[in-house]
């Protein structure tokens, strides 16, 4: 039993010290929702230390229980306490004095994962009992997966708790994020020049762009899993990507050292040596087999391919004996340090180090060879300023290129103008479709910008989740008008499906809120619920989305907008309705037409390309249905298509 005295008077306004957990283990059959209470030696508990938890049931019918027992003493009740819960490998559900306080994961996965990030939870003041034992109890539910031991889970004040969680996520997935990011700019940048510029079509400009790439790979699973969730095949990317970085790598050496001579037979070499590496981790169908696989023989071949590099440094060194040397020497020594230290916790302690220093190394390295290649490209720059002839002979040679290609322009004028009315057209439905989000994105940002030092933590991670949320949906906005662009060629794969209509329309009216909210536009759902129609559902979002979106932007502040279906014998009609400002006769003639698109300023100068009545009529032909307005000026619009109840596939 882990007991917290009370301090001396002079200490009592203080805070509440960081008080480690000791726990208590019991493995026994699942029992779902269920809290095991009672005295720990009578239901078989026994002192947890700290270790690998083994497994003595069936993996799907086996639950852990551990369990720790304390008191508080009652000058802290004025105190807010929590509990930090670190990363664990196992889905959990954490209880507070027999209540749920805490739920981490699923356990009905086939197979769990590690969560990467350390949490803290608010010990409810109701319920802590001062002066007497408290409990808390985590019941895990490991199946398939890593299993590393539970340890340093701890009660401690509110400002102790952020403080630890804030570090622990900031230097740990956060900071591999950012690493990550920073990686990926550098492969594509160097990806884009090798392709592009002939002074940096060399291989080892190639091997480095790759070594970014491999980078982002080798960490992709400590991106994607902020939760648990069904990273098995991250987790094999992942392990598939240390190998890769450290051939090309060695590769990148290799051709910018110059140190062997025959490096050919040297990279098939190395890659006869890392293919089995790569395979060994493919086979297993599982996590722990895959584990299990990987801490053989690819585990081996990394810490040799770790040798190989700070070889080939070394010998670079010893001939150049300049800065640049000496700093791949170091960074690559500190790699292998650093490969040394993270595989001691994971393999040796069991446990995982509070910053992994195997990605800041790795990093570094590509952030060192990022450095020196760009002060290698300033050489070339120099040289190419030196030859001002050549580049002379060059610029002429590019606008004899130049004349040409505006001769072949010209003869083929008219094949170009119908391909740039196509493509304008195309650019014109995307603009028209993704502007929303983007307005979205461009204001939250702009105010997190603007007034970040005066946002807490609370509003900026609103905005935050707020920006992100639009950014899926700009994204499925996309997606979409690919679809549609498909139409143009008849490449479309249209799949009609059984959708329930209500949650279509609702997703839809959620799409479009900032823009009704902004104008204090009620949107109203009117369709049954669970009515269900079939419909291909990517095409129907995008009829409806522009139908509200149009009905919003063309109706006055305060206004509203109205969606309803019924059911007929042949089809099911959708109807939105507006109390906006209306419609000419002259303008409701020219709706639908291609040949005649325009678009004229909603109620709040919002612009459009004019192109989204367009995509509703070709998307409502696609269903074999059709779609028709009925309008008055200063009174509203209601537009209405039908949905046949069986439809012909072509």
């Known amino acids: 039993?882990?007991?917290?005295?009370?301090?001396?008077?002079?200490?009592?306004?203080?805070?509440?010290?960081?008080?480690?957990?000791?726990?208590?283990?019991?493995?026994?059959?699942?029992?779902?929702?269920?809290?095991?209470?009672?005295?720990?030696?009578?239901?078989?508990?026994?002192?947890?230390?700290?270790?690998?938890?083994?497994?003595?049931r069936p993996s799907n019918d086996r639950m852990i229980t551990l369990r720790s027992e304390f008191m508080i003493d009652s000058v802290f009740s004025d105190n807010d306490l929590y509990l930090v819960v670190l990363p664990i490998d196992y889905p959990c559900k954490i209880y507070f004095n027999g209540e749920l306080l805490l739920l981490r994961g699923n356990y009905k996965y086939g197979y769990t994962n590690r969560m990467h990030c350390a949490e803290k939870s608010l010990l409810p003041p109701d319920k802590i009992k001062y002066g007497t034992k408290n409990e808390i109890a985590f019941q895990l539910y490991p199946k398939e997966g890593e299993a590393y031991p539970?340890?340093?889970?701890?009660?401690?004040?509110?400002?102790?708790?952020?403080?630890?969680?804030?570090?622990?996520?900031?230097?740990?997935?956060?900071?591999?994020?950012?690493?990550?990011?920073?990686?990926?700019?550098?492969?594509?940048?160097?990806l884009i020049i090798y392709l592009s510029r002939r002074e940096y079509q060399r291989q080892h400009f190639l091997f480095f762009a790759l070594m970014n790439?491999?980078?982002?790979?080798?960490?992709?699973?400590?991106?994607?899993?902020?939760?648990?969730?069904?990273?098995y095949i991250f987790e094999k990317i992942a392990r598939i990507g240390f190998p890769l970085f450290i051939f090309v790598g060695i590769c990148f050496l290799l051709e910018y050292t110059n140190v062997f001579k025959k490096k050919r037979l040297i990279k098939i070499g190395i890659l006869i040596a890392y293919i089995p590496s790569i395979i060994m981790v493919l086979i297993p169908n599982t996590t722990t087999g895959m584990i299990k696989a990987y801490?053989?023989?690819?585990?081996?071949?990394?810490?040799?391919?770790?040798?190989?590099?700070?070889?080939?440094?070394?010998?670079?060194?010893?001939?150049?004996?300049?800065?640049?040397?000496?700093?791949?020497?170091?960074?690559?020594?500190?790699?292998?340090?650093?490969?040394?230290?993270?595989?001691?916790?994971?393999?040796i302690l069991e446990t995982k180090p509070f910053v992994l220093l195997t990605p800041n190394t790795v990093f570094g390295i590509n952030l060192i060879i990022f450095f020196i290649l760009a002060v290698d490209h300033s050489k070339l720059y120099h040289v190419a300023l030196n030859s001002s002839e050549e580049l002379e002979k060059l610029n002429q040679e590019l606008e004899l290129l130049v004349e040409k290609r505006t001769q072949k322009t010209i003869e083929y004028a008219d094949k170009l103008e119908e391909a740039n009315k196509t493509k304008d057209k195309f650019f014109s439905l995307i603009a028209h479709d993704l502007k929303n989000p983007f307005n979205t994105l461009i204001g939250y940002s702009d105010l997190l910008k603007s007034e970040f030092r005066e946002y807490g933590q609370n509003e900026i991670h609103q905005h935050l989740s707020t920006i992100y949320d639009t950014s899926v949906k700009g994204y499925n906005l996309l997606e979409n008008l690919l679809k549609w662009s498909q139409t143009q060629t008849n490449k479309i794969v249209f799949e009609p499906i059984k959708i329930d209509l209500f949650e279509i329309v609702q997703?839809?009216?959620?799409?479009?809120?900032?823009?009704?909210?902004?104008?204090?536009?009620?949107?109203?759902?009117?369709?049954?619920?669970?009515?269900?129609?079939?419909?291909?559902?990517?095409?129907?979002?995008?009829?409806?989305?522009?139908?509200?979106?149009?009905?919003?932007?063309?109706?006055?502040?305060?206004?509203?907008?109205t969606i309803a279906s019924s059911k007929g014998d042949v089809a099911f009609e959708i109807s939105v309705k507006d109390s906006g400002i209306g419609m000419t006769e002259k303008e409701l003639q020219n709706l639908f037409k291609i040949d005649q698109i325009s678009s004229?300023?909603?109620?709040?100068?919002?612009?459009?390309?004019?192109?989204?009545?367009?995509?509703?009529?070709?998307?409502?032909?696609?269903?074999?249905?059709?779609i028709w307005v009925e309008s008055d000026l200063e009174t509203g619009s209601i537009f209405k298509f039908t949905i046949p109840k069986i439809i012909q596939m072509n």
């Open 295 to 347: 801490n053989s023989y690819p585990i081996i071949s990394l810490f040799v391919g770790n040798f190989i590099l700070l070889a080939i440094t070394l010998l670079f060194f010893n001939r150049e004996r300049d800065f640049k040397s000496f700093f791949l020497f170091f960074i690559f020594t500190l790699n292998l340090f650093a490969g040394f230290h993270d595989g001691y916790y994971f393999a």
């Open 507 to 561: 997703t839809c009216i959620v799409d479009i809120e900032h823009q009704s909210q902004f104008k204090d536009i009620e949107v109203n759902n009117d369709v049954p619920k669970s009515c269900h129609i079939i419909a291909d559902e990517n095409l129907l979002k995008t009829i409806l989305r522009n139908l509200i979106n149009n009905a919003v932007k063309y109706t006055p502040r305060n206004g509203y907008v």
């Open 1 to 56: 039993m882990c007991q917290i005295p009370a301090n001396s008077q002079n200490e009592l306004d203080t805070l509440f010290a960081r008080t480690k957990l000791n726990f208590y283990i019991l493995e026994s059959e699942m029992s779902e929702g269920s809290y095991l209470s009672g005295d720990l030696y009578e239901l078989g508990f026994k002192q947890y230390n700290n270790k690998e938890i083994k497994n003595t």
């Open 213 to 231: 790439l491999f980078f982002v790979i080798s960490y992709i699973n400590n991106i994607f899993s902020y939760d648990f969730s069904y990273t």
């Open 150 to 190: 539970i340890s340093n889970v701890f009660i401690s004040n509110s400002k102790d708790a952020a403080y630890y969680t804030f570090f622990r996520n900031l230097l740990g997935t956060k900071l591999i994020i950012a690493l990550s990011l920073c990686c990926f700019v550098f492969f594509v940048f160097y």
């Open 600 to 626: 004229k300023p909603g109620t709040e100068k919002e612009k459009g390309s004019g192109l989204g009545l367009v995509i509703c009529k070709e998307f409502v032909e696609k269903h074999g249905g059709k």
